[in-house]
């Protein structure tokens, strides 16, 4: 924890460097989006078998990522931010080369968990951003940081699409080119942003990625709304990690068509979530908005499901404008139930849902992909993974109108009408 002086008084830092960092890192994740599915395709004769080892692959890096990211961060209170960034830098460049090169299943296993183990760029370059901050300016700096996040993952995907068509390989060597280039200029241009005298002892129990969920299930007051939030965010992590999968079996689309629609849904969730989400609120409501966005989202998941020809998952996602605005809404609605100086805390445990969902999500989607994987194109049964996502925002919706109802949470800030 840093010390009163070290809040008030910003250290000395490189914003731009954190800027580029996290963009590079987004970028460089999504380029291979579009593509990593069917490179584990490459060492398997049967789809089913190509769903159920990407699944494990991808669990694979959610475990690790799961388990380290706490450790990354205590390990930057104690020496330092820029170290654990450059650590941080050196073994995704590392993971990516290792991935392009992987002769066999087994590399591609070790690769993503060098990953997994050095994923933790977002957290501590938030940190490096927050050290560097006055109070007055520090939301303005985490806007940045969340403009660089979207940026790079609107870019990746299209790029690693464009690249992958060509040679599978291709955007993983250019995602660790893009690696090294940030890691050689953080090494030579960039300082410390933490000073030695506001440094935090190390202290175990940081190190247990369980204590933040299980901070959550002891808010008794907000538990409906945690229930609604892990379903909402579940579905949206088994879109992401069976999207390919699924439009390859059903569709027969390319890396190329999967980084056009990758691009489509991050241009959709900037332009809401950067531009229209401030106007939706004050025209529905929070609550409302909440609502209305998981509804929407239910009805674009069955849509996903049942879809017959490509060119209807452009249609759906561009379609699917009010889901994006459910979880920044429903987050709004869990802040106003916790005191000012536990925001820090509610906001981590909030997103140890999501370390969670990236581990069980892959499993469970591309199990059941691997299950009719064999079936006809035409046959609706292979978006019976997305028949799952949609049952499960029903549940959602459900589950909070009830909470909603109960606890007599009402908007008070939406326009009349």
């Known amino acids: 924890m840093t010390s009163t002086t070290a809040l008030q008084k910003p250290s000395t830092g490189n914003l731009n460097f954190v800027l580029v960092c996290i963009f590079i890192d987004m970028l460089g994740i999504g380029l291979i989006v579009p593509v990593m599915p069917l490179l584990v395709g490459q060492f398997f004769p049967s789809r089913d078998e190509q769903a159920l080892w990407f699944g494990v692959l991808a669990a694979t890096f959610g475990v690790l990522q799961f388990l380290f ?10 020496v330092g931010r820029r170290p654990v960034l450059l650590y941080s830098m050196a073994g995704m460049c590392i993971n990516f080369l290792v991935t392009a090169w992987a002769p066999s299943m087994a590399w591609l296993f070790v690769g993503r968990i060098i990953g997994g183990m050095s994923s933790a760029s977002m957290s501590v370059a938030a940190a490096y951003a927050s050290d560097i901050s006055t109070k007055e300016n520090r939301a303005k700096s985490f806007g940045k940081i969340g403009a660089a996040f979207g940026l790079g993952f609107i870019c990746g995907p299209m790029l690693g699409g464009l690249l992958g068509n060509n040679n599978l390989h291709l955007p993983f060597y250019v995602a660790a080119l893009l690696g090294a280039a940030n890691l050689v200029y953080g090494f030579f241009f960039v300082p410390e942003s933490l000073p030695a005298g506001a440094r935090a002892p190390f202290a175990w129990k940081r190190l247990n990625p369980l204590a933040a969920l299980l901070r959550l299930v002891r808010r008794k007051d907000i538990r409906g709304l945690v229930i609604v939030l892990t379903l909402v965010t579940f579905g949206q992590m088994m879109l992401q990690s069976t999207w390919v999968l699924y439009t390859t079996f059903r569709f027969d689309w390319t890396p190329r068509d999967n980084g056009i629609a990758m691009f ?8 809401v979530q950067a531009g229209l989400l401030a106007v939706l609120i004050r025209r529905f409501g929070e609550v409302r908005l909440s609502l209305l966005g998981i509804t929407s989202g239910a009805f674009a998941f069955l849509g996903y499901g049942l879809a017959t020809q490509g060119w209807m998952m452009y249609a759906l996602i561009l379609c699917n404008v009010l889901a994006f605005a459910a979880g920044p809404s429903l ?3 869990v802040s106003k139930t916790t005191p000012a100086n536990e925001q ?4 981590g445990s909030l997103q140890s849902i999501s370390s969670l969902g990236v581990i069980i999500t892959p499993l469970l989607g591309t199990a059941i992909l691997a299950t009719v994987s064999h079936l006809p194109q035409g046959d609706w049964r292979i978006g019976s993974h997305f028949l799952l996502c949609a049952a499960m925002q029903a549940i959602a919706i459900v589950v909070a109108w009830r909470y909603f109802r109960t606890h007599h949470v009402q908007d008070t800030h939406a326009a009349a009408h």
């Open 344 to 347: 820090g805390e509610l906001m």
């Open 331 to 333: 987050q709004a609605i």
């Open 264 to 271: 489509c849904v991050g241009l959709v969730s900037a332009v």
């Open 69 to 78: 990211m706490p450790a990354l961060g205590a390990l930057s209170d104690r």
